[in-house]
């Protein structure tokens, strides 16, 4: 499964929608959904801030 995938489905899975998940992370909405599906770069402070929402390492939803 591709990393994005892995994200879109964690976020389903916890039933969290973009524009919720972008509160979270101190985005926009707008911003949350470029990162989703691959229109923005995902930095490393980005991916740590998402992981910790679901309880992961980054190593578990951005690389394999």
């Not at 770069?41 to 801030?49: C, H, I, T, V």
């Amino acid at each position: 499964m591709e990393k994005l995938e892995k994200l879109i489905k964690l976020r389903h899975d916890n039933n969290y929608t973009c524009e919720e998940m972008a509160k979270l992370l101190g985005i926009t909405k707008a911003h949350y959904w470029k990162i989703e599906n691959g229109h923005r770069n995902l930095y490393y402070k980005m991916a740590k801030k998402i992981s910790k929402i679901f309880n992961l390492k980054p190593d578990d939803i951005f690389y394999d």
